[in-house]
């Protein structure tokens, strides 16, 4: 077996194991739900992060802007 045919298959079988532990998860209630919770804190959580990342990180840039010489 080749490198590649065994890297094929490894995809292969990684793919099946997560769309089972997926179909898995979204079929029982419990699990369901602490997904969603999940989700819900991530996106609630990143979001207002980024935005503060790149607020810095204009405030930064913009500061720099104006101190280098013959702009």
């Known amino acids: 077996m080749s490198e590649r045919h ?3 298959v490894a995809n292969l079988l990684i793919g099946a194991a997560a769309l ?3 179909v ?3 079929k029982t209630p ?3 739900r602490m997904l969603w919770g999940l989700t819900r804190n991530a996106l609630t959580a ?3 992060a980024w935005v503060m990342a790149e607020t810095r990180r ?3 840039d913009g500061a720099d ?4 010489p013959g702009i």
């Open 65 to 68: 802007s104006h101190q280098q």
């Open 30 to 32: 419990a699990l369901r």
């Open 58 to 60: 204009g405030w930064a």
């Open 6 to 8: 065994a890297e094929n």
């Open 24 to 26: 898995y998860v979204l």
């Open 20 to 22: 089972g532990a997926a």
């Open 46 to 48: 990143a979001g207002p």
